[in-house]
Every structure is written in structure tokens, then in C-alpha cells.
């Protein structure tokens, strides 16, 4: 049989090299369609053996193998192997499958784990077995009764992209001898080797010198390396007490040892060579294994020869079958001398999963378990035998990692406890540095390494010695005597507890892997590690130039060519990190390392890192990036600079992330400690200060950047001569045009300081830190007292559009050590004056208001500065204008303040603080008025109607709910995303029975194009959402399409909980960020497109979410308030009850009353119960003598109005005790601690934050139930009748105070004292409405969801706009006959009134059901129902629809009781007549002439009815043509509008596209296409409702 693969492949394959190479295009953007099959059957007995010829990193999974008796000429090829049918058996990592489903979990080796070069191939024997074959060897048979006539199938998958056919051919005859070896006797040769290692380890340092000795032989160096003295003590304790005439350096045997380690290593594969004395010893046999009994005679070591002192080398030969003619050089101890090898048992913990021949134990599902993971030996250890382990993977979610140790439990007996520690006999277990024995500390600091601390790839080993004793090894490095004496017959045990995932058992024939591990011995037994290492050589040439070159340690996806002075990232679009390169010496004082970029690649976000580092790379182990280290490091990062992974410095310099191709990027340590960074040549000014001497140069090859070349001759512009003041140079932020700093100015910031700020750049920057959870307490001072004359001049170098206000300046006469600091400076009452916004304020008040700027105008870049003139006068400057006299009178010795609040977070002090010229402190400059920008209140982001089918969407679409299921849980934002917009939900609730969680992203999807009815329309979840390009981050992966882009990207949403939140943006730079509790995790995807919505999946655990973000309108003033969007999660609330909807459950009374200090207006009674106003106005404050407990709500009722009077009622809560206020007139005047609801706005601190909130307080008629409650996450909410009204502000203090202002015309309340309700009742709101009885339902709200007021107080009585178009009806002289003579039924749809009661904007009605709009901004009036209709039939099974009509057409439809086709005026748009003699006008009605041609012949043909289930389509001018009338109340002139509200017979209607030729959705619930409905049945309607609107 030819080795060719067949034509015929997958359609991503392209095939050369005559077919016998295939290769998957485009392999970093598809896994799949890689599937190629052999060119002919296979013949029994040929192996197909292909080699893996090149594999990537983007994916996990990899190459497949088996056969299939599907011809590959018809065949339809799958995306993959698994999806062979009709006699397939596939060989897929260590599982087999036949027709894709799995007959074998652990089977040979595992196919993911093989590298590039590795040979892989498939047979079927003659007794129709199917083998596979690794590298030579037969793995067994992986299934048998496999038919004649197969092909033999290899799918390149994952990370296999390109293999080679190599050969097709029965196997040699020494391969079958192997296939018969067994494979206890493999692993016995893995045993012999590991003996020889653990010589090695335990080695008496005597054996350690035979290493050395004989790596100078192996080198052919003559001179004698001087032999070291042996030592019982640790091994990591090296003598330091060499002979004067024969030291070596640190680095001189470090090399050594190195040589010595290898050479040893070589001499072992090659048989051996005597190495003498030294406890070390090969045999060197020169004859092979003959058979299977040689593998006992092979040459071994002494594992005691600390004990015995020294062993004897042999060469006696191998090839004795017996093993006699291969003397050994000791015996092990126990005389336990069969084959077997350690192993795992089979017998382990509930979410072990064993591989790869049970040397490989890893726990299943690691992110939602972090216990059950106990796995031990398959036999009990001999004496002095090494059990080691690798770390495979680990998890960054868990607290705790892997647990080691010994039991003498036997596996088999055990009954496996969740961790091994809860046993309480038998077992000692190394659990972090301590160890446990029988779950009880015995030793707290055994060692210097933490188990926790270990990363992937770090190796644990144990050794229990034949005294007794117990030995842990980490990396190789023995930590000493864990426990003296332990059982004889003990299991070796690991505990994959936590953050461990993955562990396989390590038999050592990896010779990198101990020299890798040597070299971390050496380490630890360097007596001076930080000392730089001068050369590799032991005697370096003098005449080698001092030439900055990279070091050749460097990162894993790194390289160093060009003889050091280039390095790069070979597989730069497969690989983002891991490309950290040092320089291989350290920078001279004043040494600039520059870099010149040479190439980029566009796939990935971030780009080049520089900085420095305090660490010798020969001895660092390299991080991913830079940036994750801990120690001794500073790097530039963006525009940013961060000092052992903590950022200093947000806004520094030019940003790295934009440099392109042939940029340049260096740095300098200068002679005075401070570091600078150089962009292209330009200084960026100081870093930071106090770095010290001896530090090596890093560049971290980070994302875009693929490759840099150290740049020779380096000749840049000098820095500004101040190095001899210290870190007195110019700030970083400040502006180049600002001229150079006074070498004598020495302001800097205090080191006392507010709670929030943080003090960095020596003095001369101040940052608040967690700006966007705080907005205050961020205070800092100047070191000194400002000298007369002398500016004190920031920069703003960072904002945040999150909270209203900004920065404020001033100055005070208290000293740093003497003040107190508060949360705000205008807080202080003595000696401050302060500029906040256009106010000037002394000791907190205010003494003079417009002042010539307006510091919350200001910007990132402004300046402000203060000076105190020799006159007493308080000048500011602005970007160096002088704004003019302040104040005057100040005293002589004042300190500079500056309050980091609300949006403003960083500023630093620029250069051109210092002396003035006190010429300008006379001048006449005018005041300024700079305009006053008035923030404009957020509205609160929306959730579209569209979603999954298990979303329920509560409180006007601000909260989300999955209802059943883990799936089926998409949501949209109800708008595109601005540039910069965030969308932000918080979560709610979570269950904890599902795996996975919260999927967050950007589509272009808009929801408007989905189905109205969505169910079938969108996938399951959003990884599968692909008819649009959508970008997502699911866990810590990031996807696009559903196809993985990146991975471990920032913190996990897997573990995300109730109270975190969860935000995404698209930048300005076409990038999606994600936000999580307000923290940045950068940029996640690149080339976002323009049009998006934002996308989130309520999947596993998480239930519900509720929105916290709001968008801004569309004023470039527009801010937010400190109150709102911050994070609001009490931590000490555990056990809150979640909020459902504003639900409410009755609970027990806790009776509240009002306060007896109050406004001086107010008068109470009824046990102060009742307050009412007895005169005036105002000066009807009042509180409650109790604070407001959490989750109870407070809810009083009103019951008397003034008409005399306009307004009403506002009410809030107040953050202090209330005993001592003093009240003022009105509400409005408390500006401390005071959250108030009045009209439809929020205002806090007398600023509002939030607009068109619930509805207007004016229009609360009497009967009408109010209250308050703040949730378990500090959100304050309004209660109107019972129904929430979502949150109004966060952050509410505890404890705070019900505050209620009877102003204008609310003259009297009474606090409700029967029940209170609290949030977390049952909702009945998520039931379907649809299972609703109907009898009890007006427009779809059920009585029971909606309590409504008694019909004594009905606000009907008292709105101005019902009663407004009431007055129009009259005019219209229609028989009272048509309506109904109960008045309840008529419902008003103002603002006002559907707010009070809690309406949603859409319901479903009929069978089936079908979605409608409430007529907002109408009023509905009731018809009487003609006898003849079954009205419960109809109400019950009907649909709803709109129809616009003209003033004409009204009495010709009531009187027959339809809409009748060509009788109604539906496309009437004659102009306005003039006022006819009932005080209105009317258009003619005229219906065909008033249609267009092509209408009136249609409707001459086909007469029809127009309908719509929308009055935002019906109620078009075109449809309802308005007239003009005169309001006989008022006498002013109003247009009005009418037209029906109708019940529609399912099935008589046809649904279609809108006849207007509008481009924009006219209802956002419904489609353009979707929003006409047209009947010819003229008994398919009946009439319920007038509507009539007025303007």
C-alpha cells in the first residue's frame, strides 16, 4: 500500500509533497475541517504512520487517529473525526470512540500531549484488532471485531495544523519485540532511572565532587577543580569555607556544576563511565537488553549512601539475562526489588480523572469544585525511593493548592474524605510551608517554599528514607526532615485541593528538566543571589567591549539572535506573552537601553513594556509578563508606569500601546535614583524615584510587539540638570511649554492625607484610588507653607465621568499635623478658604458665588495654581491665567490643599510651581463669568423586549430574570452603545446547582430585527449567537463568533457572586473593554464595529441581574452624581434577601413615628402618627424618630391636598441623626447627607442627579401610599401604592432617616401602620400572563399585581390632563349611552398616571397570544359593550389593536358598535376648518377622496380596516388628523386627537409592513415590517375604549 493520503480531505486541507504532507489553513482562526484519510484501504498488519510536523498554542485538542470504512471518495467530510459515522473508530486524546461515542476512556498515551516530531500511527492486526502506535511502540489494542476494508483517518485538529506520512508498512521485527514488552517493564526502566537521580538528590555533596571531577575530565580541562568536603546537613547548605588558594567564585562554580550536571547526564545515556568515589555509579556495560530478565541485572545505585558513605562504580556487563554478570553497587533497602512502577491507584477521589497510564490525575470540573481531588499510590513506597509530581495546571480561582504527603492507609481499604487532611490517623501531609499530621499542625514553617506559591511546571517530591524519616523536595531542593519517624509501609498520597487541577507523576528522563531543576538548586545554595553575575566564563576577556546585550535567559515564547542584541517572538500570531527579555548586565548610572522596534503584528491589544528590574536574569525565573512580578521592578505599561504590578503612575508620558514599526523606546536610571523613560528619543520625565544601583534593563515583548533590536550609540537630548535636588524635576504630567523648574522649589505633597489618597513620584503626584467606588476622602496638602508670592500650581492628569463635581483649591492656615481630615475640605469651619466650582467659600460657607472660573469645567491637562500675594490677597490661576482677587485678608502662614473630589482622581504638582512676580498680585483684572455647565441627570439603561425565552424582564426592563433552565437567557441593551458608553448590571441572584455563569459582550445583532416573537429566534446561549458578528468574554476567555480569540483575560466572570457588577464598553479607539465591580480589565477585542448593542447571557449560575448604569444625555455637561453607580455592596450583609422584582411580602409592623423636632409649621397627633401643616406653605418638615432599618419598607399616606397652593409633597432620607437639626423652610435647603425625591427628580445634597424618576409627587392625589426602602445593597427606592419604582440613589448611609417636606399643596400625612412589606416576597409578576383570569384584568394588569387605590381616591378625580380631555369629549355631544357607567374603567395614560400605577409599557391578550402597547400619553374612556357580543369570549381569546380615526367618523362607528370598512375617516388629513359652533373644528370627512388613487381603487375592490397594535403607529396625524378646540375652562386653544381601542378576532386580521415609507422603528417593540394589521371582517372587531389625546 502506498503512504499517500487520499485527494479527497477536509475542506480546510491543502495537501503537497506528492500527498503525503497535509496542512490546515488558516490554523489560528479554524480548529476544525482538518480531516484527511489514507489513499487506499489499509492492509492488515501495516501501520500508517504520520508525523506531527507543526503544531500551535491557540487551541487545546489536537491531533486525532483511527479508521474508517467509509470510502473518502463520496464522502461527506465532517468538521471533525468524531463526526464519522457508519464504522468509524477514532482514537482521540486517551479515549476511543466508535461512530463518536466512547467506548474507551483511558486507553495508551494521550494523543494531546505529543509535540512536534512525533510519530503517531494506526493498525489492524489479523485477528481484527485496532492498535495504535507511538513512536514505535504499541499502545495495545484499543478495540477489536473491526471489519476488512478500512481506511486509515488522521484529523489535524486544535493544535495539530501539518503532518507527513511516513511510512505504511508492517513493523520491523525489533518493534514487535517491543510491542511484546510489557509495560511494568518500561516503567521499570523509569524506576532504575530514577534511582540513579536520587543519588543525585541526596547525595552527600562527596558524590557532588565526583560530578564536578569528572565534568573537568569530560571537558578536557587539566587544571584540578578543588574537591569539596562533605556534609550530613542539608544539602541546600553549601560550605563557604573553601580553601583561600583554591576559591572559586559564585559564578565560576555555578558554571561548573552546570558542565559538571550535564556532562553526567551524557555520560549516563551513553553507558556510563566510572565516576569514583562519590556515591554515584553507572554500569558500563556496552552490551543491549536481550530480553526481559536483563531489566533486573541493569547497573543501579546505593539510595543510601548517605549512610554507607560512598559507593563503588562498576562495569560489570548488562546483557546477563540473569542479571549475575551486572553487580550492582549497593542494594536498596528493604529488599523490595520488583517492577512495578509508582503509579496512581485506580481507587481515588469522586473528581479524579486518571490518564495517560494512571500517571496523570486531574480533577474535574476546577472552577465550580476545589475538593474531592485525593489521589494515591498504586503500592507503597520502598526506602529512599522518590516519589515526584509535576504540576500541570493550575486554576486562579481557589485559596489553597495542592496538598503531599504519605498514609498508611492502603487505597483500596479507604474511603476517600473530600481532603486529606480530615483524616484524623496514619498521614502526614505537607499542606502548605506547614505540616499536618493526622490533620493537626505539627510544624508551622517547615520550609521556605509554600506549596500555594508554586506554579505550573514546579515539581514536588517526597522521600521516605530507609531511618525512618520523611523528606519533601520542591524543584529538586531537599527541605529537610519533615517527620523522624513514620510507619515502614507507606502510600505516597496527593491532594489536588484548590488551585491544583492537574498533576502527573515525573520518572525524570528529561534532561532539560533536571538541569532546569539543578539550576534552581544552585540557587538556593548561592550565598549572594542579587550580586550581578559579571560574565559566563570563568575568565572573561578583557578586551570584550561593555556592550549592552540582551542575557540568553529569556522567555519561553522568546528568542535571542543577532548575537544578543536582537530578540522576538518567533510565533508572535500564536502567542500574546511569555516574551520577557533582560539585559545581560546592569545599567551604568546615566546608561540609556533603547530599543528600536522592528516588527509588529495587528492581532493582539497591548504592545511593548520597558523597565527595570533589581533581578539577575540568570537566575529569574521569567514570568508571562513583566508585570505579574512582585519584587524589585518597574515598567512602563501603556501610558502608565507600575512598581512591582501596582500602578504609580496612570497618565505618564507617550502611550507605548500606539508606537508603530521603527519607534523607539528606552530608559535611564540616573546617578540621583530617579528613572526616566525616553518615546523616539523625548524624555518623558521622571518615573519614580529611589531606584536602586545595579538594575537590569527588561523589555517585555507583549502582544503587538513581536521583535526589538538594542539600539548602539544611543544619542539623546539631556535631561534637565537637577539631579542634585533629588526628585525636584518636572512632574510628568506637566506641559511642555511650562518652562524649567526652579531648582530651589522643594513643594511637594504631605505624607498626611486623606483616607483615599495615595502619595507617589516622590511627593510630587497625588491619585485617589478606587476612583470609581469613592468620590471623596481623597484631601492632600502641601509640605509647607506657601511663601508670599509663590504659585502652587497641578495638573489635572486623570478624570473620571462618573460623579458630579470635581477638584477643589484652596488654602489653610491649620497645619498638616493638626488637622483632622474630613471627607471634603469645605467641611473644615475654621481658617480654609476654598474654590469650589464658581463659589469661593470660607470655613464651609459661602462668601462669594461666580467667581471667574469654574473648576468643575476644567479638564484633563488644565492647571490650577494658588498664590498668596504680600498683601493677604488669594489669587487662581488657570492654565497660568491669573482669574483675579479670591479673598483677601488671608494670614501669613497658609499650606497649599487640594481635594481629589468626585470626577477629578490624579493631579501633580508641575514645574512651574514656586516664586512669581508679584507684579501680577496688584492687577486689575476683571472677574470672569465662565458659563455654568448644570449637570444633566443619567437615564437609566433598559433591557429590550426581545430575549431569550427563560428571561422575564422586570421594573421596566431594568431587571433581567432567568425563570427556568440553564440556558436560554440573552439579553440586549434596549439602545446601540455610545463611544464610551458603559453598560453596567449587577447580580442579583445565583444558583448554585448549575455550572458556567454570566457571558458579557458587543454585537452588532440588533434586537428590532428579531422576530417579535423571539423563542426560536435566538440560540441557547451567546457563545452560539452567530448570525452577526458578536464579541464576548466568557470565564476569562474571549470570543468572537463563538470562536476563542484570547484567554486568560483578566479576572474570571465565573466568579462573579450576588452584589458584583459586571460592565462593557466600546472605546474610541474601536476596542471592547470589560468592567468588573468598576475596574477596567483592558482591552478585550479589537476592530469593534461602530453599531453595537450590548449582550449579556444569564447562563449557569447567575439568575438575575439588574441594570446600575444609566446613559447620558446628550450635554457635554452631563455628569453623574458621587450617590449613583457606585458600588453599594455592603460586605457584611450575607444574608440579605435578594430583591425580585420590587415585590412585596407582608412581615410583621415595626411601628415608626415622627419626630417632635420638626419644621415649625407642622403639628403631629395620633401618637405622632399623623403630621399635618397648619399654616402656610412651607416650614412642614419632618422626620422619623427611628432610623430606617434595612429592607423595611416606610410608607405613610396622604391625606388631605390644598388645592390654594402649587406643588406638593417632596420626601427622602437623611444620612445623620436628625435630634439636634436645625430645620430649614424647605427640603431643598439641607445640603448634608440628604437624598430627596421631589416632582420627578432626584436631588442629592440639593443637586439633582436624576431626571423623569417615577411619577411627579405634584400629581398624587389623596389616598395615594408612598414609601421608602433601602435594599440590602444600600439602594434607596420609591413606593408608590406598592408598586417600586426602581432604585433612585446608592450608597445610602446606615443608619438614615425617612424625611417627608409637606410643602405646598400636601398639607397632612399619617405614617401606614397595619403591615409594612419588605423586598424578597414571592413575585407574581414572573407568572405568564397568559395563565392570568381575565375577568379581573384591565389592560392585561391583574388586579393582584397592581393594587390600585379606592375609588374614592382614584387619581382620575383629580388629573388635570383626564380631566382635560374629558372636557373635549364633552364638546363632542356623543350620546352618554355609548360608555360605560362605571368610571373606574376609564383609565388615564399620562406620565403621571400610569406611574401610579406601575403600568408596563406592553402586555400579551388572546389566544395565542400576542403582544400590545399601553397608549401612553391618551385617556381612555369605556364603552358599553352591546348585549349581543359574549364579552368574556372576547376579552379572553381576542387580541388588542389601536385604530386612528377623525372627530367625524366617531358617531357613524358608535352606532354600529364596529369599525366599518369604507365608512371611517382613517386616512383623513384635510387641513383644520375653522371653530365650529361647539368649540371645535374639524377636517371634512371625506374617506375616498381623501385616499391616493391606488388607495381608494383598492379600496373599492377589497374594503378593509386599518389597525395596529401601537397608538404610536395609530395615533400618526396621518391616521387621527387633529382638531383644533377651545378649552371652556381655560379658554385656551388646545388640538386634540381620537381614535379605539379594539378587540380583534385571532385570524381575521393580516399582519404587514408599515405604509408610510418611515425608516426609523416607530415602537421599539415592534417591527417596521410587523406594525399594520389589516382586517376585512367586518365582525372582527369589537369596541372598547375612545382614546383621545390632547397637546
Not at 501501520?47 to 467509509?70: A, M, Q, Y
Not at 506547614?434 to 517547615?446: C, M, P, Q, V
Not at 518652562?739 to 483615599?756: E, I, K, P, V, W
Request: charged share 20%.
Amino acid at each position: 500500500m502506498a503512504a499517500e493520503l487520499h485527494p479527497c480531505s477536509g475542506k480546510l486541507i491543502g495537501l503537497s509533497n506528492s500527498n503525503r504532507t497535509a496542512q490546515r489553513n488558516q490554523p489560528v482562526q479554524e480548529f476544525n475541517h482538518g480531516l484527511v484519510l489514507s489513499r487506499e484501504p489499509l492492509k492488515d498488519r501495516d501501520v500508517f504512520t504520520v508525523r506531527i510536523d507543526k503544531k500551535v498554542n491557540s487551541w487545546s485538542g489536537s491531533i486525532e487517529i483511527g479508521v474508517t470504512s467509509l470510502d473518502p471518495a463520496g464522502l461527506d467530510f465532517p468538521s471533525s473525526a468524531t463526526g464519522l459515522k457508519g464504522g468509524s473508530w477514532i482514537v482521540s486524546g486517551c479515549s476511543v470512540l466508535r461512530d463518536g461515542r466512547s467506548v474507551l476512556e483511558e486507553y495508551g498515551r494521550d494523543l494531546d500531549q505529543l509535540s512536534e516530531g512525533d510519530r503517531v500511527g494506526i493498525q489492524r492486526s489479523t485477528h481484527g484488532e485496532l492498535h495504535l502506535w507511538v513512536n514505535g511502540q504499541d499502545c495495545g489494542a484499543a478495540a477489536s471485531g473491526l471489519p476488512t476494508g478500512l481506511w486509515a483517518v488522521v484529523d489535524l485538529y486544535g493544535k495539530c495544523t501539518q503532518v507527513t506520512v511516513v511510512s505504511c508498512e508492517p513493523p520491523s521485527l525489533a518493534e514487535r519485540d517491543t510491542e511484546r514488552e510489557t509495560v511494568e517493564e518500561r516503567e521499570q526502566e523509569d524506576e532504575e532511572e530514577e534511582v540513579v537521580v536520587c543519588g543525585v538528590r541526596e547525595g552527600e555533596f562527596g558524590g557532588l565532587t565526583s560530578a564536578v571531577n569528572l565534568a573537568a575530565v569530560t571537558n578536557g580541562t587539566l587544571e584540578e577543580v578543588p574537591e569539596l568536603p562533605p556534609t550530613h546537613n542539608r544539602p541546600d547548605k553549601f560550605p563557604n569555607n573553601l580553601e583561600p588558594e583554591t576559591v572559586l567564585t559564585e559564578h565560576q562554580l555555578f558554571d561548573v556544576l552546570n558542565n559538571a550536571i550535564v556532562s553526567l547526564y551524557r555520560s549516563e545515556d551513553n553507558g556510563g563511565g566510572d565516576l569514583g568515589g562519590g556515591g554515584i555509579g553507572r554500569d558500563s556495560g556496552t552490551g543491549s537488553r536481550g530480553d526481559r530478565g536483563s531489566s533486573s541485572g541493569g547497573g543501579s545505585v546505593n539510595g543510601n549512601s548517605s549512610d554507607s558513605g560512598g559507593g563503588t562504580g562498576n562495569t560489570g556487563s548488562i546483557n546477563s539475562p540473569a542479571g549475575g554478570g551486572g553487580a550492582r553497587l549497593g542494594a536498596v533497602t528493604g529488599g523490595m526489588l520488583t517492577n512495578d512502577a509508582l503509579l496512581f491507584h485506580e481507587k481515588c477521589g469522586t473528581l479524579i480523572k486518571l490518564s495517560n497510564n494512571n500517571k496523570t490525575a486531574e480533577r474535574r470540573r476546577p472552577l465550580d469544585e476545589f475538593n474531592n481531588g485525593v489521589v494515591m499510590t498504586n503500592r507503597p513506597l520502598r526506602h529512599n525511593e522518590m516519589f515526584e509530581i509535576r504540576i500541570d495546571k493550575l486554576v486562579d480561582k481557589w485559596s489553597g493548592s495542592i496538598e503531599i504527603g504519605v498514609t498508611t492507609h492502603n487505597p483500596n481499604n479507604l474511603d476517600y474524605p473530600a481532603t486529606m487532611t480530615n483524616l484524623r490517623s496514619g498521614t502526614i501531609m505537607m499542606s502548605g510551608c506547614g505540616i499536618l499530621t493526622n490533620g493537626k499542625g505539627t510544624r508551622r514553617e517547615y520550609c521556605e517554599f509554600s506549596l500555594d506559591e508554586l506554579q505550573e511546571g514546579d515539581h514536588i517530591g517526597l522521600m521516605h528514607k530507609a531511618s525512618g524519616a520523611l523528606h519533601f523536595y520542591i524543584n529538586g531542593i531537599d527541605q529537610g526532615v519533615a517527620a523522624a519517624q513514620t510507619p515502614a509501609v507507606v502510600y505516597a498520597v496527593v491532594d489536588l485541593y484548590g488551585m491544583a487541577v492537574k498533576v502527573t507523576i515525573v520518572h525524570n528522563h528529561n534532561h532539560s528538566d533536571r538541569l532546569r531543576r539543578n539550576n534552581a538548586i544552585m540557587r538556593a545554595l548561592s550565598p549572594d543571589v542579587g550580586r550581578p553575575r559579571p560574565a559566563h566564563s570563568l575568565t572573561p576577556d578583557p578586551d570584550t567591549p561593555d556592550r549592552l546585550l540582551f542575557h540568553s535567559n529569556c522567555g519561553q515564547k522568546a528568542a535571542i539572535i543577532s548575537e544578543g542584541r536582537t530578540a522576538l517572538r518567533p510565533h508572535a500570531t500564536d502567542d500574546f506573552n511569555h516574551g520577557v527579555v533582560l539585559s545581560g548586565r546592569p545599567l551604568h548610572s546615566n546608561e540609556v537601553f533603547q530599543v528600536r522596534i522592528d516588527k509588529m503584528v495587528d492581532k493582539w491589544a497591548g504592545s511593548i513594556e520597558i523597565g527595570v528590574t533589581t533581578h539577575n536574569p540568570a537566575y529569574l525565573q521569567l514570568p508571562s509578563t513583566m508585570t505579574n512580578l512582585r519584587s524589585g521592578t518597574w515598567m512602563m505599561t501603556g501610558n502608565g508606569v507600575m512598581h512591582n504590578g501596582t500602578t504609580i503612575l496612570d497618565e505618564y508620558g507617550h502611550n507605548l500601546d500606539r508606537l508603530k514599526a521603527g519607534d523607539t523606546v528606552g530608559v535611564v536610571r540616573k546617578e540621583d535614583g530617579s528613572l526616566h523613560f525616553f518615546v523616539n528619543g523625548v524624555a518623558q520625565g521622571p518615573a519614580a524615584w529611589n531606584v536602586p544601583p545595579s538594575v537590569y534593563a527588561v523589555v517585555d515583548l507583549y502582544g503587538q510587539a513581536a521583535q526589538a533590536t538594542i539600539m548602539d550609540d544611543v544619542d539623546l537630548p539631556p535631561l534637565p540638570e537637577d539631579s542634585s535636588e533629588g526628585p525636584t524635576v518636572m512632574s510628568p504630567g506637566s506641559p511642555c511649554s511650562v518652562a524649567g523648574g526652579n531648582s530651589a522649589n522643594d513643594l511637594r505633597f504631605h505624607q498626611l492625607h486623606g483616607t483615599n489618597a495615595v502619595i507617589t513620584n516622590g511627593g510630587r503626584t497625588a491619585l485617589r484610588q478606587n476612583c470609581r467606588s469613592e468620590f471623596n476622602d481623597a484631601i492632600v496638602i502641601s509640605n509647607r507653607c506657601l511663601r508670599d508670592g509663590e504659585l502652587f500650581e497641578i495638573v489635572i492628569q486623570k478624570m473620571v465621568d462618573r460623579w458630579s463635581g470635581s477638584i477643589e483649591a484652596g488654602v489653610t492656615a491649620i497645619r498638616p499635623e493638626e488637622l483632622e481630615f474630613p471627607n471634603t475640605m469645605t467641611d473644615i469651619d475654621y481658617d480654609t478658604w476654598m474654590l469650589s466650582g464658581t463659589a469661593i467659600m470660607q470655613d464651609g460657607n459661602t462668601m462669594r458665588n461666580n467667581y471667574g472660573c469654574d473648576l468643575d469645567t476644567l479638564t484633563t491637562g488644565s492647571r490650577i495654581g494658588m498664590m498668596r500675594s504680600a498683601t493677604g490677597d488669594l489669587h487662581y490661576y488657570i492654565n497660568g491665567v491669573d482669574q483675579g482677587v479670591a479673598c483677601t485678608g488671608l494670614p501669613p502662614e497658609v499650606y497649599a490643599v487640594i481635594d481629589l473630589y468626585g470626577q477629578c482622581v490624579q493631579v501633580s504638582i508641575t514645574s512651574s510651581s514656586g516664586p512669581q512676580d508679584n507684579s501680577l498680585c496688584t492687577s486689575n483684572i476683571t472677574e470672569k463669568s465662565f458659563p455654568i455647565h448644570s449637570p444633566v441627570a443619567g437615564v437609566a439603561h433598559r433591557l429590550h423586549s426581545k430575549h431569550g425565552k427563560n428571561v422575564v424582564l422586570l421594573g421596566e426592563g431594568c431587571q433581567a430574570v432567568r425563570v427556568g433552565g440553564y440556558a436560554h437567557g440573552i439579553v440586549f441593551s434596549a439602545k446601540e452603545l455610545k463611544t464610551d458608553e458603559l453598560f453596567e448590571v449587577k447580580i442579583d441572584e445565583v444558583d448554585d446547582q448549575w455550572s458556567g455563569s454570566l457571558h458579557m459582550g458587543l454585537t452588532t445583532l440588533a434586537p428590532p430585527e428579531l422576530p417579535s416573537c423571539p423563542m426560536s429566534g435566538l440560540s441557547p446561549s451567546l457563545t452560539q449567537l452567530r448570525s452577526k458578528v458578536t464579541w464576548l468574554v466568557a470565564g476569562s476567555e474571549v470570543r468572537r463568533n463563538g470562536l476563542l480569540q484570547r484567554q486568560n483575560y483578566g479576572a474570571s466572570l465565573d466568579r462573579l457572586t450576588v452584589g458584583n457588577r459586571v460592565g462593557v464598553k466600546r472605546c474610541s479607539d474601536d476596542t471592547m473593554h470589560v468592567l468588573i465591580d468598576g475596574e477596567d480589565m483592558g482591552p478585550a477585542a479589537t476592530a469593534v464595529a461602530k453599531n453595537v448593542y450590548a449582550v449579556l447571557d444569564l447562563y449557569g449560575r447567575v439568575t438575575a441581574v439588574s441594570i446600575v448604569s444609566s446613559s447620558v444625555l446628550e450635554d457635554a455637561g452631563s455628569v453623574k452624581a458621587p450617590s449613583l453607580s457606585s458600588d453599594s455592596c455592603s460586605e457584611g450583609e450575607e444574608d440579605r434577601t435578594p430583591v425580585e422584582g420590587g415585590e412585596l411580602a407582608l412581615v410583621p409592623n415595626t411601628v415608626m413615628a415622627f419626630l417632635e423636632n420638626h419644621g415649625k409649621n407642622i403639628q403631629l397627633s395620633h401618637e405622632n402618627l399623623t403630621a399635618a401643616r397648619v399654616s402656610s406653605y412651607n416650614q412642614g418638615l419632618l422626620v422619623t424618630a427611628q432610623p430606617l432599618p434595612r429592607q423595611q419598607l416606610f410608607q405613610f399616606q396622604i391625606d388631605r391636598l390644598n388645592a390654594s397652593w402649587t406643588s406638593s409633597l417632596s420626601l427622602g432620607v437623611i444620612g445623620h441623626s436628625p435630634d439636634r437639626l436645625n430645620f430649614p423652610s424647605t427640603a431643598c435647603c439641607l445640603k448634608r447627607s440628604v437624598w430627596l425625591l421631589q416632582r420627578d427628580s432626584v436631588f442629592h445634597n440639593s443637586l439633582k442627579i436624576c431626571e423623569n424618576y417615577g411619577p411627579n409627587l405634584d400629581t398624587c392625589p389623596e389616598g395615594t401610599v408612598l414609601g421608602l426602602l433601602v435594599d440590602g445593597n444600600s439602594c434607596l427606592h420609591l413606593y408608590v401604592n406598592g408598586m417600586d419604582q426602581g432604585v433612585a440613589a446608592q450608597d445610602i448611609p446606615t443608619p438614615c432617616y425617612p424625611l417627608i417636606d409637606l410643602y405646598g399643596q400636601c398639607e397632612q400625612v399619617t405614617i401606614v401602620t397595619n403591615n409594612v412589606a419588605t423586598v424578597g416576597g414571592e413575585s407574581v409578576k414572573a407568572r405568564c400572563q397568559g395563565d392570568m383570569e381575565k375577568a379581573d384584568m384591565v389592560d392585561g394588569i391583574k388586579e393582584s399585581v397592581c393594587w390600585m387605590p379606592h375609588a374614592e381616591v382614584n387619581p382620575n378625580k383629580t388629573c388635570e390632563y383626564q380631566a382635560l380631555c374629558s372636557r373635549f369629549k364633552d364638546l363632542l355631544t356623543l350620546p352618554d349611552g355609548y360608555f360605560n357607567e362605571d368610571a373606574k374603567y376609564n383609565l388615564c395614560y399620562c406620565e403621571s398616571c400610569h406611574k401610579l400605577r406601575g403600568d408596563e409599557s406592553y402586555y400579551k391578550r388572546g389566544e395565542p397570544p400576542r403582544d400590545y402597547a399601553l397608549p401612553f400619553g391618551w385617556c381612555r374612556f369605556a364603552l358599553r359593550i352591546k348585549p349581543h357580543c359574549d364579552v368574556s369570549n372576547s376579552f379572553k381569546q381576542w387580541h388588542i389593536a389601536y385604530h386612528g380615526t377623525s372627530v367625524g367618523a366617531l358617531r357613524r362607528t358608535l352606532d354600529h358598535a364596529q369599525l366599518l370598512s369604507g365608512t371611517s375617516s382613517i386616512f383623513s388629513v384635510s387641513p383644520v376648518k375653522t371653530e365650529g359652533p361647539n368649540g371645535y373644528s374639524e377636517p371634512e370627512e371625506n374617506s375616498s377622496n381623501s385616499l391616493p388613487d391606488r388607495d381608494r381603487e383598492t379600496d373599492r375592490e377589497v374594503p378593509r380596516v386599518q389597525l395596529s397594535p401601537t397608538m404610536r403607529y395609530s395615533g400618526l396625524e396621518m391616521f387621527a388628523p387633529k382638531v383644533q378646540f377651545r378649552d371652556p375652562r381655560s379658554h385656551c386653544c388646545h388640538q386634540a386627537q381620537v381614535g379605539f381601542q379594539v378587540c380583534v378576532r385571532p385570524g381575521s386580521y393580516k399582519v404587514g409592513p408599515q405604509t408610510l415609507g418611515a425608516i426609523e422603528p416607530l415602537d421599539p417593540r415592534f417591527s417596521n415590517t410587523e406594525i399594520e394589521w389589516i382586517t376585512k371582517d367586518q365582525g372582527g372587531t369589537l369596541l372598547y375604549g375612545l382614546l383621545i389625546r390632547v397637546e
